[in-house]
């Protein structure tokens, strides 16, 4: 199965989070899964890319333009396929892929996996969302998605979009155990 990680590429995050990001690259290439992600070689992004390798897996890796420079980009992914834009990126990497999955990031991953849920919520795909909570990383981000709950903004159907793990183990039991719900209407996860 190809599966899409978002993560940070920042290279001063706790080494905790970086274990966590090779643990469940290295948990993917054992169980047979390619990854696709943003082509990093740091940070979570690239942790996650140093388990694939390590456990001789299959990586594709997309990036802007702009990101292929010195030291940016893995070098050791099996394919690299260069965009002009983030917009585009995000869109190849949503192409290539059958499952998603958030580990720790800023503003990119966020964006990313907020796009990706969008997609889901209007019914625009029906794959396996995970999120890799290490160290309760994203604990106030589900606490802000009940209080939009909460609020009304969001239906409850909406928490059934995606999962929240934490272990890589458990990421990928729940992707590799996931059946689609083909009998939710669109209207059930729009925002009120």
């Known amino acids: 199965m190809n599966i ?43 942790a996650v890319a140093r388990g694939i390798t390590k456990g001789k897996g299959y990586i594709i890796g ?35 892929s059958s499952a998603f999955i958030m580990t720790p990031g800023g503003t990119g991953t966020f964006d990313e996996f907020f796009e990706i849920l969008t997609l889901k919520q209007v019914g625009r795909h029906t794959l396996p ?22 609020g009304n903004f969001m239906t409850e159907a909406n928490r059934q979009l995606y999962k929240v793990c934490d272990t890589p183990e458990e990421v990928l039991d729940y992707i590799e155990g996931y059946t689609a719900e083909g009998n939710k209407k669109i209207s059930d996860y729009k925002d009120i």
Do not use: W
């Open 62 to 96: 997309v990036a802007p333009r702009y990101f292929d420079v010195d030291g940016i980009l893995y070098e050791h992914c099996n394919e690299v396929h260069v965009t002009d834009t983030m917009r585009e990126r995000k869109q190849k990497m949503e192409d290539f």
């Open 4 to 46: 899409c990680v978002y993560g940070a590429s920042s290279k001063t995050i706790d080494k905790s989070f970086t274990d966590a990001g090779e643990a469940l690259g290295y948990e993917m290439a054992k169980r047979g899964h390619t990854l696709v992600f943003g082509g990093g070689a740091s940070g979570l992004m690239g």
């Open 129 to 150: 969302i995970a999120i890799l909570n290490t160290n309760g990383y994203f604990d106030h981000l589900v606490e802000l998605i009940e209080v939009a709950i909460a």
